[in-house]
């Protein structure tokens, strides 16, 4: 027998399960179910990887100068305090790994990013997840929870999968109400498809008032190129110090870097992806209240569907799947009415309000 045994708690993570992308039987699928961008990338971004395509041979730079100073110029931060992943999720990783160990508590809420408690174990430290109300992030949950063993908070802001998000005057009182040892981290992972007149700056505001708050964002989302993974950070420069030396220092490829340099800087595709969503988000809440399936109103690219029970909702989804139609079921996040529908172009919204419509109406006759 093997005396070979791995880090404790690696054996109490649950693997990560991913949104399906086929169906038995089904040549052709509509995927709802991974909140990618149905309009692909910016033809600016595609154009750049075919560019980049012939100097694969290279190595690429290992401080990701040119894609950090863009990130900066875009968003008016400061580029040395930029960090670049390989997705939002490495720079989740690198935080865990480096502030928090065995002995030391990682909050979370019940209805957060399933990627959390994994990476808390990761590091050997204890996830500790706390009660949402109404699928909303309740801050007095979390303040609650707060021991002096905490060292993370994580907060999904907007949510995934609650498509809600909570207040700046909300996330101000949780940052004064955490103690100066316990680092916030505000995964901004759909702040680009926030309501509002004034662009969502996913909490950099925050970042930049306060020594122990850290923004992620990613370009899997709304840039379209998460078959590429990539994501970056924001931090006061002590912090960003500290996760750069636990990054591998050629962890991006030459053709990730050029690649999402050109998406950030297309910015009239990003307003045009916007648009579309929002356009189409909005079209198919109300379609689908029209046949009496609810959703709160949604600050991302998805729309959490509810039904009247997990029965309902697994039917309701087996009827979608008969038709190609991909959605994600969310029992996994602790919403097993729910169904997490990405907002797809006009043919994948149509085609999910219709299965819907003739669910409903089936189960009525």
């Excluded at 955490?178 to 004034?198: K, N, T, W």
């Amino acid at each position: 027998m093997t005396q070979i045994t791995p880090q404790p708690g690696i054996m109490e993570i649950a693997l990560y399960q991913a949104g399906k992308s086929h169906v038995a039987g089904q040549e052709r699928v509509i995927k709802l179910s991974a909140n990618e961008n149905p309009l692909g990338p910016s033809p600016k971004a595609i154009a750049a990887a075919q560019a980049a395509a012939p100097d694969l041979h290279r190595y690429p730079t290992t401080d990701h100068a040119s894609l950090r100073a863009a990130i900066g110029d875009v968003h008016g931060l400061d580029a040395d305090r930029v960090i670049c992943g390989v997705g939002s999720d490495e720079v989740l990783q690198f935080i865990a790994q480096s502030y928090t160990g065995p002995g030391d508590e990682v909050i979370y809420t019940e209805h957060g990013f399933s990627m959390y408690p994994i990476l808390a174990r990761q590091a050997g430290a204890t996830p500790v997840c706390v009660p949402e109300t109404e699928r909303r992030v309740d801050v007095d949950y979390i303040l609650n929870a707060v021991t002096e063993r905490t060292r993370l908070v994580f907060l999904t802001n907007p949510g995934n999968p609650t498509s809600t998000m909570i207040s700046d005057a909300e996330v101000a009182r949780l940052i004064e109400g955490l103690p100066q040892h316990v680092l916030l981290v505000i995964d901004g992972a759909y702040a680009e498809f926030v309501r509002g007149d004034v662009p969502f700056n996913g909490g950099a505001a925050f970042v930049d008032a306060h020594p122990n708050v850290i923004m992620t964002r990613t370009f899997s989302k709304v840039y379209g190129l998460g078959g590429l993974r990539v994501g970056w950070g924001y931090a006061q420069r002590e912090i960003i110090d500290v996760l750069n030396r636990v990054r591998q220092p050629f962890n991006l490829s030459n053709l990730s870097l050029a690649t999402a340099e050109a998406a950030l800087l297309d910015r009239d595709y990003l307003a045009h992806c916007q648009q579309e969503n929002a356009k189409w988000r909005d079209w198919l809440a109300a379609e689908l209240a029209a046949v009496g399936v609810a959703s709160d109103e949604s600050q991302t690219n998805f729309i959490l569907a509810r039904f009247a029970d997990q029965a309902e909702a697994d039917a309701c989804d087996a009827v979608l799947q008969s038709r190609g139609v991909i959605v994600r079921k969310v029992a996994g996040y602790g919403i097993p009415e729910a169904l997490r529908i990405t907002v797809g172009d006009e043919e994948g919204c149509r085609a999910v309000a219709a299965a819907i419509k003739a669910f409903k109406e089936g189960a009525r006759a």
